[in-house]
Every structure is written in C-alpha cells, then in structure tokens.
C-alpha cells in the first residue's frame, strides 16, 4: 500500500514537471500563458491529490509508533512551516501542487526512513 503511495506522489510530481516543461518550452509569453490556462483544471485536480496525500502522509508520521517522539514533533513542526509557507507563498495552483509533491515527497522519505518491513 506505502507502495502505492510512493509511486502516486512520483507521478503527481513527474506528470506536473512534465506539463510545466511543455509550457515553458513554448516561444511567446502568450502561449506559454495559454499552455498554462489549458492545464489549469489538470492542476487543480493534482494540487488536491497532493493536498489529500500531504494529510494522509502526516497523519501516518504523526500515529507511527516507530518514529522517535522528539523527532518527529520536529519533523512535523517543520512540515507546519512548510504549509505555512506554501500558503504564504503560492498564488497558482502550479505552485501548490509543485511545492505540495516536494513536501510529500520529504515526507514519505522521513517515514520509510523508520518504517519496519517485517
């Protein structure tokens, strides 16, 4: 299942880098704007996949047992000033959804950093 998960958050980031390459590769301001106008629905649709996925990943750090209580009130303090910031910072759904993979994808490096395959 952590798997899955895994593989969902590569290819929300990989699919949104690719989108965001295609756009920016085009030659005026204006079709790249149009590009971007185009893929607005694609990005509001992944920005709330990630979203959903961010929670999902910080309620798994925040119940696992196997994850040092001082670290991961850390971690997850940082995690809160990430989201802070993205809220701070982001006016595009481009935004979010690229700033969102990227804190997923700390996320889930930090929990399979204590994750106990038996």
């Known amino acids: ?7 969902i958050l590569f290819s929300l980031f990989s699919f949104s880098a690719m ?3 295609w756009c920016d590769s085009r030659p005026t301001q204006a079709a790249r704007q149009a590009c971007y106008n185009s893929l607005g ?12 996925n961010m929670h999902l990943n910080y ?27 993205i809220d701070a910072g982001c006016t595009n759904n481009r935004c979010i959804t690229n ?7 700390r996320m889930a490096a930090f929990y399979y950093k204590y994750y106990d395959v038996k």
């Not at 629905?41 to 959903?52: E, G, K, P, S, Y």
Request: hydrophobic fraction near 45%; proline fraction near 4%.
């Open 19 to 21: 989108a965001n390459g």
């Open 41 to 52: 629905d694609t990005h509001v649709t992944l920005a709330n996949m990630a979203i959903r």
């Open 59 to 85: 309620e798994a750090i925040s119940k696992s047992p196997t994850i040092p209580a001082d670290e991961k009130q850390q971690f997850l303090a940082g995690v809160r000033i990430s989201q802070k910031n």
């Open 1 to 7: 299942m952590n798997r899955i998960v895994a593989f």
């Open 99 to 105: 700033s969102v993979a990227q804190l997923n994808n």
